[in-house]
């Protein structure tokens, strides 16, 4: 019995269509990261999992991919994984590749990464990143052009978005003023899971994760705070007086707030003390990026990381970034119906012919428009006229040359717009799509 085809969950065959779709994603956002002098690198899909393990906090080292067998045998050679996010292999690859590179360093990716999750909407096991990352400047002008950056790339996609930024040294500020400053991680942990399983299961974990009565209860009127931006950031002044972590942290988020309002960032920024980014290395301010119009996770989130690559020997060198979830960025377009029209369209004009001879003379033409730039099918039989055409429309074509024994006596070919049905007897040279 033939074996039926399958792929594994948490994985997806991408279509020629879906593929246009999602190159119009890459190619706007890469667009955007060159305009802030972002250059690209690539770093292998396998690291060593000495690499990966323990950077990603305790949830995220249980969805770790392991590579059984990587062509060596057991026991000789380190063991890999796929990596998890392009962060932690950027940050090796920096500390790999200091002496030959300018710091501050500005490098974006768009590569695949794998998690070991449970597939459901929006979440998949392989899936693309699209990271820009700054390296070698504690300068809080980086976090402010990141922003700019998310404004400009929804704003070309035409997404509607807000922004949720807070501060992980507020969290440990938090986490000192209710009397549990171990518990940071633990904390954090917990409450960023607050939009998905509600306030009275987070207390439970936080609970089961060792913080006290006393501290739970300290904790609820911080995660509750009211207000617009300033307000919020006033009364953080007062309930953080005693931390002087806390108040760096809110020094630092005023700091981000003025420079935006002085290059008019347009963008809806909400801070939000409930948004904590479970992955253990962010070390300031933290950034999730959701969708106003669907109801979908994070499309965009990132952070200040002060000494990522200290663990790799590079101590001291600080750095900020942010990651752009191309797969959920499909959905909300494929949602709200935004992609442009004309993707649908690789192809501009398909010749059509009626017998051999025609045949040949239509390579030849579509050989000259090929080299004048224009992207040119011949449809590859002399076959009826109607399944040309219908060839031509499946594929959104706008064009169709159509060649018979009249054109190909005088060298020409009849044009035809395959939306308003004209028709024109033209020469090559006088094709203008």
């Known amino acids: 019995m033939a074996q039926k085809p399958a792929i594994p969950k948490g994985t ?3 279509s020629q269509i879906e593929m246009a779709r999602r190159n119009y994603i890459f190619s706007t ?15 292998p899909a396998m690291e060593l999992m000495s690499t990966l393990m323990g950077k990603y906090g305790e949830e995220g080292d249980k969805l770790l991919f ?4 990587s062509g060596e045998k057991a026991g000789e050679a380190p063991e890999k994984g796929l990596r998890y996010d392009l962060t932690v292999p950027f940050a090796r690859y920096v500390v790999q590749h200091r002496d030959t590179i300018q710091f501050p360093f500005k490098r974006f990716q768009i590569q695949p990464v794998w998690r070991a999750d449970r597939p459901q909407k929006g979440r998949y096991r392989e899936f693309y990143q699209c990271d820009v990352d700054v390296v070698g400047t504690n300068s809080l002008l980086a976090e402010v052009e990141l922003i700019q950056i998310v404004e400009e790339v929804y704003r070309r996609l035409g997404i509607r978005v807000s922004l949720h930024i807070n ?12 009397g549990a400053p171990d518990k940071m991680i633990d904390i954090t942990v917990a409450i960023d ?9 987070v207390n439970d974990e936080l609970r089961e994760r060792g913080l006290s009565e006393q501290a739970v209860t300290a904790l609820q009127p911080i995660l509750n705070l009211s207000g617009d931006n300033r307000e919020k950031l006033a009364q953080l002044r007062t309930i953080l007086v005693g931390s002087e972590v806390g108040l760096k942290g809110v020094e630092e988020l005023e700091r981000i707030f003025r420079e935006l309002e002085i290059v008019d960032c347009k963008l809806d920024i909400e801070l939000d003390l409930c948004l904590a980014r479970g992955l253990n290395y962010y070390t300031g301010a933290i950034f999730e990026v959701k969708a106003l119009d669907v109801q979908m996770g994070s499309i965009t989130g990132g952070g200040r990381y002060d000494n990522l690559t200290g663990i790799f020997g590079l101590p001291d060198v600080s750095g900020v970034g942010i990651s752009f979830g191309a797969d959920r960025i499909y959905d909300v377009l494929t949602e709200l119906n935004l992609y442009p029209e004309d993707l649908q369209s ?4 398909l010749f059509a012919c009626f017998g051999e001879d025609e045949l040949r003379f239509a390579m030849q033409c579509a050989t000259e428009l090929r080299r004048n730039g224009l992207r040119v099918e011949v449809y590859p ?3 009826k006229m109607k ?20 054109e190909l006596q005088e060298k020409k070919v009849m044009l035809k717009n395959m939306q308003t049905g004209e028709q024109n007897l033209l020469g090559i040279d006088e094709i203008r799509l």
Do not use: C, W
């Open 346 to 349: 690789t192809t501009q004009l």
């Open 167 to 178: 501060n992980r040294k507020v969290l440990a500020g938090i986490a000192e003023v209710i």
């Open 387 to 406: 399944r040309q055409m219908a060839y031509a429309d499946a594929k959104h074509i706008p064009y169709v040359a159509i060649i018979g024994s009249n």
């Open 193 to 201: 899971k607050l939009d998905k399983i509600g306030v009275d299961k």
């Open 12 to 14: 997806r065959d991408f």
């Open 381 to 383: 039989e002399a076959t």
């Open 66 to 69: 392991r590579i059984q067998n």
């Open 29 to 43: 956002i890469r667009e955007v990261f060159a305009l802030y002098g972002f250059a690209q690198i690539e770093t």
